[in-house]
């Protein structure tokens, strides 16, 4: 029997795609199992998440580690600690360091609600996004799947679902009709990428 990928999730808010990773990963045909929740808000919604899933959820930052040497050492030894090989940020809006993007160089993947490489780069995130994709006045809006580099969304792209912006007329309103296609879209992504890792 295949044994699954480890994955730590990395999210800052309520957690609504950690939650979609972990319910998928519950189905027979997951290949990897949610090990690790790391946060760099010890309040975010994503904390209830965990507790109530029994996943362990660590709080790492400047907050708790004032000193930047620090804090990536702490992360990677907590990584190491949960023997994680995959990783997937949710809504994460702290930079992940280069020493950790250098470590597990095509091993984490992100989503981001828009088809890159349009509405992408720092500042572009939640419904910052939203906002330019309504003031473009393009038609079309969608989410992406995307492994993580050091600049901000410019990894190479693993897939990518195409959404008609209407009748949506508000960031809020577009918001609301991207999320579920970006749970729909994740675990899928995550999961091959699991498959890929495992040669199977």
């Known amino acids: 029997m295949v044994q699954p990928v480890h994955v730590a999730i990395f999210a800052s808010g309520r957690g609504s795609n950690a939650e979609a ?18 946060s760099n808000n010890s309040t975010a919604g ?9 996943i362990p959820f660590v709080h790492l930052s400047s ?7 620090a804090y990536v050492a702490a992360l990677r030894t907590t990584l190491h600690q949960y023997a994680v090989e995959l990783i997937a940020l949710a809504g994460y809006l702290k930079k992940v360091p280069p020493a950790i993007v250098q470590e597990y160089r095509g091993r984490i993947l992100n989503i981001h609600p ?10 572009m995130y939640g419904i ?3 906002e330019a994709v309504l003031r473009s006045g393009e038609p079309y809006t ?7 580099e050091e600049e901000y969304d410019t990894g190479p792209v693993l897939a990518q679902l195409r959404i008609p912006v209407a009748p949506a007329t508000t960031a809020e309103e577009l918001a609301a009709r991207v999320l579920p296609y970006e749970h729909e879209l994740y675990p899928l992504v995550l999961n091959q990428c699991a498959r890929v890792l495992r040669r199977c």
Do not use: C, M, W
């Not at 990773?21 to 790391?38: D, G, K, T, W």
């Not at 969608?142 to 993580?148: A, D, E, P």
């Open 21 to 38: 990773l972990i319910r998928f990963s519950q189905r027979p045909e997951a290949l990897y199992r949610v090990v690790l929740i790391v």
């Open 114 to 123: 828009a088809l890159l490489p349009k509405f992408g780069g720092e500042g």
């Open 63 to 69: 907050v708790t580690h004032p000193d930047p040497e």
């Open 128 to 130: 910052h996004v939203h």
């Open 46 to 54: 994503v904390r209830y998440v965990a507790q109530q899933h029994g």
């Open 142 to 148: 969608g989410v992406s799947v995307h492994l993580v």
